[in-house]
């Protein structure tokens, strides 16, 4: 559905030397300064896939998204979304694809929301008996139908991005792109939003793609991720492994009523030195161990040990292992 | 290839617009209607001075130059500069561009819904105000539908040159970033080529001449002298082919500039 070869983005910025002399100088002698917004990457999205995009601030990944929609022109490389050209075949390639850029609305700020959606009927030339029942699906999964007489200025951030959603849906996109959909959104909406975009790729077999800084839209929505570090390509795969990748530990945390025995050494004696650490603060202990370790021997072992109130286990987190790799690829620099 | 039913809305939104905006276009009728008066007042000094009639012009058609122009100015009037400046500005271009319609017709058809408001609201009420006052000046009524068609036809065109003109202003945004300053250069270059200040015909003919065939004269100065009967017979009809040429010159600009440009996009703020 999507393929992307080499896709490059260069920006030539303006560059200012502090103080009045600089703003002098800038006014006559402009320096220019080549920032690399995204630098060689390649990738394909299959039908039907929802594919989510990571990566710190500035990495790329709006700009990526921008490319892919056929709003900037890559400096080099090709990208081919449902057998389009998106920039050189703008007006035929948008009509298959729908975007929800959560910092911006494509709503009628100043009518009322059913407005925006006959408008976007006529734009897209959608059959009324189609709209009809278009709606009647959207308003089952996004709830919009209280909102259609109000003004579109009047709506809550909630309401606004189930509604840019909606529209954004109206014409059956084949692709289906959301740049932060759940930026700045309560927890409540955040799982309503997701519920929704999950049922639309199901339904429809619409191919998402999508950019977050909240992981647990990665996990709930995400077949594969690829992670965007300063504009290149550093991780592409499923979640699951990067878990394996980079997770390679598990943790267990509990509470003891009662310890006597030398846990670590006895652990140790038993599974060999296999990355095991355990760590007591007062009642609360830590047992780190490796992932090839089955769990639940471990926990056998555990709970013969040390009496224990209270027990949890962790797959490695998520958020930890991204922020190491964003750690890493900082120091680079 | 392209339907013009998908362009309506734009109109329905800009109309609606304007009517949501109700009172910022009677702060700017009632600041015209001003700006107009001034103008009156000053020519009737120039007139008291010189005595019946200047350059061909008595003062009487003077009137109907001052009101008619600027209710010209009105009806022409386009947002293109100011809506492409701002949207690439901050960024809000991109859900233009994602829409399966074209960046021209869908700005001009927004300015169309607010035509439409301004051509009921202003201009209609303008020009009854004009027949009146001629009935009053000369005791009879001049009005001539043959005239008034082909002011309206003359003033279409106006509007496209405009508009094109404009727009071709607003993508100098993609290079230049923020367009405030050279917006205000253009509104006055307009202003004063178009004639809708000054007639041309008072320059000197050695400026009057080749400003009549810049695209200027043809925004408004054309359909004014129309309605008054300064044009007549095959002036008429080269002035409307002097500005289908420039509607035609300054939609190719437009074009050749967008294609140039789209490509120097970045958009601003994420």
């Known amino acids: ?16 030397q502090p103080g009045l002399k600089g703003s002098v100088q800038a006014l006559f002698k402009p320096g220019y300064e080549i920032v690399h917004a995204v630098s060689d990457i390649s990738f394909e999205v299959n039908k039907g896939e929802i594919m989510g995009f990571i990566g710190p601030n ?30 050189k075949q703008r007006q035929q390639y948008v009509q298959h694809i729908g975007v929800v850029f959560g910092q911006r609305t494509q709503l009628w700020w100043d009518l009322p ?29 996004l709830d919009i139908a209280p909102l259609m007489t109000s003004p579109v200025r009047t709506l809550s951030l909630g309401q606004r991005m189930r509604a840019d959603l909606a529209a954004a849906m109206l014409h059956r996109p084949k692709v289906l792109f959301l740049d932060e959909p759940t930026i700045g959104l309560d927890v409540v909406v955040k799982d309503n939003i997701r519920k929704a975009i999950a049922n639309m790729n199901k339904v429809d077999d619409t191919t998402i793609i999508l950019t977050t800084h909240d992981l647990a839209d990665i996990e709930l929505l995400s077949h594969r991720i690829m992670m965007i570090d300063h504009g290149k390509l ?12 980079y997770g390679k530990s598990k943790k267990i945390e509990f509470v003891i009523s ?24 007062q009642d609360k202990g830590t047992l780190i161990y490796d992932r090839s370790i089955p769990s639940a021997m471990i926990l056998k072992e555990l709970l013969e040990l040390v009496s224990i109130k209270d027990i949890s286990i962790k797959e490695s987190d998520v958020e930890a292992i991204i922020k190491e790799i964003y750690m890493t690829g900082d120091k680079h620099e | 290839m392209n339907r013009i039913k998908a362009y309506i809305p734009f109109s329905k939104g800009g109309f609606l617009t304007a009517i949501a905006y109700r009172t910022h276009i009677l702060g700017f009728l009632v600041g015209e209607l001003l700006f107009s008066f001034i103008m009156y007042y000053l020519w009737k000094t120039v007139f008291a001075n010189t005595g019946g009639t200047l350059l061909g012009f008595t003062f009487s058609d003077m009137v109907v130059f001052i009101f008619l122009s600027n209710a010209t100015r009105f009806l022409i ?71 008034i068609l082909l002011f309206l036809f ?18 100098m945004a993609f290079f230049l970033k923020n367009l405030w300053g050279f ?15 000054i007639p041309l015909d008072f320059l000197p003919k050695i400026f009057a001449d080749p400003i009549k065939l810049m695209p200027f004269a043809s925004i408004s100065y054309t359909p004014v002298m129309i309605f008054m009967g300064k044009y007549s017979g095959m002036t008429v009809f080269n002035a409307m082919a002097l500005q289908i040429f420039w509607v035609i010159m300054l939609y190719l600009l437009s074009a050749l500039i967008f294609s140039i440009a789209k490509r120097y996009l970045s958009v601003q703020g994420g």
């Open chain 2, 77 to 147: 009037h386009s947002e293109a500069t100011y809506t492409v400046a701002e949207e690439i500005v901050e960024g809000s271009i991109s859900m233009r561009l994602i829409k399966p319609v074209r960046l021209d017709l869908s700005l001009m058809f927004t300015d169309l819904g607010s035509t439409i408001l301004t051509f009921l609201l202003i201009f209609i009420p303008m020009l009854i105000g004009i027949e009146i006052y001629r009935f009053v000046e000369f005791g009879v009524w001049m009005i001539s539908p043959i005239r």
């Open chain 1, 1 to 16: 559905m999507i393929t992307v070869e080499n896709a490059v983005k260069e920006f030539k910025k303006v560059v200012k």
């Open chain 1, 58 to 87: 500035g990495a790329g990944k709006s700009t990526m998204i921008k490319m892919l929609t056929g709003i900037l022109y890559p400096t080099a490389g090709n990208i081919t979304v449902a057998g389009y050209n998106p920039q």
């Open chain 1, 113 to 141: 929301l059913s407005e925006t959606f006959t408008v976007l009927k006529e734009i897209y030339r959608v059959q009324q008996k189609e709209f009809e029942q278009r709606m009647g699906y959207l308003n089952e999964v």
């Open chain 2, 183 to 197: 917006s205000i250069l253009k509104q006055s270059m307009v202003n004063f080529l178009s004639g809708s200040m």
């Open chain 2, 154 to 171: 003359s003033a279409s065109l106006s509007f496209l040159v405009n508009f094109y003109f404009d727009l071709c202003f607003g993508f």
């Open chain 1, 234 to 245: 550093v991780y592409q795969g499923t979640l699951h492994d990067l878990k394996d990748k």
């Open chain 1, 258 to 281: 009662d310890i006597t025995q030398p846990v670590q050494q006895l652990l140790a004696d038993r599974f060999g030195q296999r990355g095991i650490e355990f760590a007591l603060d």
